[in-house]
């Protein structure tokens, strides 16, 4: 059943991040509207949405992500998404039969894995070597066969309630608050209204900055196991070959504190250690 294994795989600890956030996130639904039932309903009609096919649809469109048209394109790249898919169902069975790939006019050479059953490859990427795609294909696999997209759908939802929720609340109480100090002739009372909005935008702000740091943290964890699931696949090579071709594409830069906080990947030379140490791990047992 979807939603037992589900939880069996989110319920990481790579994933204490995340649900944490996710924890938070449906108890300021709850505060937001005001009754734990209707919070609770809101947010689970909310989820049903976003993980069926409709909700797929949506955020395939929302990303970009485009049926592959050109003939050549899936004569190169249908037999390697169907070797990975094929490796990928054999390591882990409860994956979707019908995982689909797409693909994005994006330039960068990148990927995503996205909703339940979405794999997405930019046009960039089609200059990397075949066996580059595949490790890279692996890899996205590794992020659904972990559960990882359905958790980020869960926190995107989460979100967009919370979101919606603060907006109608905070246009509630300006509207009043203003009406009521315009009917009162009372200066005083629109500088409070003024200063309790500012307030409540802070406060978004900060939940916004928290929700970050917990996401990322968790998503940067969820690289290395996806890593780990293209290696046991058997693109452990490959995928550092694709490291490596990453690393060498990266502009040097001086990130702070923040910036590495919230980045979702791990630096490229750590991912590309992790690698070599499990090829090593392999070659001692062997």
Known sequence: MYIVDFFQRAFRKENIGIIIYLILNTLFVIVLFGHPLIGIVIYGLSLVIALSPIG???????????RIKRQDHLERLMPLFNEVYARAKQRDPSLPNNIRLFISREQSANAFATGRKTICLTSGLLLLSDEEIKATLAHEFGHLSNRDTDLILFIAVGNLVVTIAFVFWRTLFWTIGTAVSVANRSFAGIIVTFLIDLFLVFCIWIWTKIGTLLVMHSSRK???EA????YDLGYGRELISLLNRFESM????????????VSSHPETSVRIEHVEQLLEQHKVIS
């Open 222 to 224: 969820n690289e290395f």
């Open 250 to 261: 990266e502009l040097p830069d001086s990130k702070g504190l923040w910036a590495n906080l």
């Open 56 to 66: 797929e649809f949506i955020l395939r469109i929302q990303q970009g992500c485009r």
């Open 227 to 230: 890593d780990r699931f293209a």
